[in-house]
């Protein structure tokens, strides 16, 4: 049975608006409209405080950029499993989109939800994604042990870059939740058809 459907709580602004209010936004246009189609619901939200949306980039630029040695479809995996387990619908759709566009073979996707009993994920994998169920899960779960076996496969360094991305989407998964943040088309179409059979729903987040 879906969820009772909330009304949108902050309305975003318009995109012309948005971009108007944000000279960011108006720089990477062209990258999430190619990504995305439009400029996604949740920083047209932000955009009424500018602010906030260059601190976003600025985060998102460091966690997510090329500057670090954990693999970027590693820090994907770790973004999307975090979501799961704070229970943003919204960043999960986000997340399963985003990995569907890079080179993952489609039975990694489909058993991503089930990855600690599956065979097409590495044991390094496993770790960072158990290190951000843990880290993401409240109250925290991540004990001595957790973290040591993390450690075997991970870093120090690395370890920072694998707990900066849980932090990225805990807020992002906090913000989307609470502002019930209408969902665009296009990662909605994607998480219904990866995921949709697991019991993802749009639920808050109609468009």
């Not at 909330?6 to 995109?15: K, N």
């Not at 693999?71 to 973004?79: D, E, I, K, M, Y």
């Not at 900066?164 to 906090?174: M, T």
């Amino acid at each position: 049975m879906g969820e009772e459907q909330v009304m949108i709580r902050i309305e975003p602004l318009p995109v012309e608006e948005a971009v108007a209010a944000v000279p960011l936004l108006q720089e990477r246009l062209p990258m999430l409209e190619r990504h995305y189609g439009v400029v996604p619901n949740n920083l047209r939200t932000m955009a009424r405080r500018p602010q906030i949306v260059a601190a976003l980039f600025a985060l998102s630029d460091a966690v997510m950029g090329r500057s670090g040695t954990v693999p970027l479809g590693v820090r994907q995996l770790v973004a999307h499993i975090a979501s799961k387990t704070a229970g943003s619908r919204y960043c999960q759709a986000h997340t399963i989109y985003g990995l569907s566009r890079t080179d993952i073979d489609q039975a990694r996707l489909v058993s991503l939800w089930d990855y600690g009993g599956s065979s097409l994920f590495s044991a390094a994998e496993k770790a960072a994604m158990d290190f951000a169920v843990a880290a993401s899960s409240v109250p925290n779960a991540v004990t001595d042990n957790v973290m040591e076996q993390l450690r075997q496969h991970w870093d120090d360094d690395q370890v920072v870059e694998i707990m900066g991305v849980i932090a990225l989407f805990g807020s992002l998964n906090r913000w989307n939740d609470s502002m019930a943040t209408p969902l665009e088309d296009a990662p909605a179409v994607c998480a219904n058809e990866i995921l949709g059979q697991r019991g993802w729903e749009t639920g808050k987040h109609q468009p």
